[in-house]
Every structure is written in structure tokens, then in C-alpha cells.
């Protein structure tokens, strides 16, 4: 089970740390991905860590704002946002994947979000200009 939190409402400009808190399977044999859903588009990927192996991946767009962490003894991975802005606006999920980050498709910087095989239930992440 997968379940995020820490979303809500933020100025532009402001900073959010997501929390996604893994429970029934054993956290370091998994890679967790973050996707966000912003309204009336569709699901992307923002960034994938692998517990095992410690790979990160970031979409482009966070780059440089957003950065994916982990905290083994609370089976818990962060996604600390900064910068935000309004097109950050999402529904924010972490979905989990089995050992390593699965590889991005061509011409795209984070693994697919059919490659994940659980996920949370999403939280709300607002950015007002």
C-alpha cells in the first residue's frame, strides 16, 4: 500500500514536500516513482528514485525545483518541491516497481507509468500565480 501526503495549497514561487509512505511489502527492494495529473491532462511522470540501486530520474520540467529522497526507516520517499509555479498544479501519485527505476521511453527523461504496478490514491497540489 502506497499512500501520499503533504499536498495543498501555495504561492507561486513557494515550496511543498510530498510524502509517499510505503507499508506491506519490504521498502528497499521497490523503486517509487512520482506522476502528477495536472486538470484535464494527462498523467506524466515528475521522477522515479531506485531503492536499490539509488538511480534518480527527473522530468525536465522539475528539474533543478523538484528533488526525490528516501527515509529507510520510516519506508517513506519525499518529493521536495520548490519553485513552484502554476502549471505545477496536480494531482501528485507515487506508484511503486519492483528492484530499479524501469527505463524512460525514447525521447522522454522518466520511466512510464504503466510500468508501475501499485499506486497511491493522489494528493492535491495547487500553485496560485
Known amino acids: 500500500q502506497l499512500v501520499e501526503s503533504g499536498g495543498g495549497l501555495v504561492q507561486a514561487g513557494g515550496s511543498l514536500r510530498l510524502s509517499c509512505e510505503l507499508s506491506?511489502?519490504?521498502?528497499?527492494?521497490?523503486?517509487i516513482g512520482w506522476f502528477r495529473q495536472p486538470p484535464g491532462k494527462e498523467r506524466e511522470g515528475v521522477s522515479c528514485?531506485?531503492?536499490?540501486?539509488?538511480?534518480?530520474y527527473y522530468a525536465d520540467s522539475v528539474k533543478g525545483r523538484f528533488t526525490i529522497s528516501k527515509d529507510n526507516a520510516k519506508n517513506t520517499v519525499y518529493l521536495q518541491m520548490s519553485s513552484l509555479m502554476p502549471e505545477d498544479t496536480a494531482v501528485y501519485y507515487c506508484?511503486?516497481?519492483?528492484?530499479?527505476?524501469?527505463?524512460?521511453?525514447?525521447?522522454?527523461?522518466?520511466?512510464?507509468?504503466?510500468?508501475?504496478?501499485?499506486w497511491g490514491q493522489g494528493t492535491q497540489v495547487t500553485v496560485s500565480s
Open positions: 528514485l531506485g531503492n536499490s540501486d539509488g538511480s534518480t
Open positions: 506508484a511503486s516497481h519492483p528492484i530499479r527505476c524501469p527505463e524512460p521511453s525514447r525521447g522522454t527523461a522518466t520511466p512510464p507509468a504503466f510500468r508501475f504496478t501499485s
Open positions: 506491506g511489502f519490504t521498502f528497499t527492494d521497490y523503486a
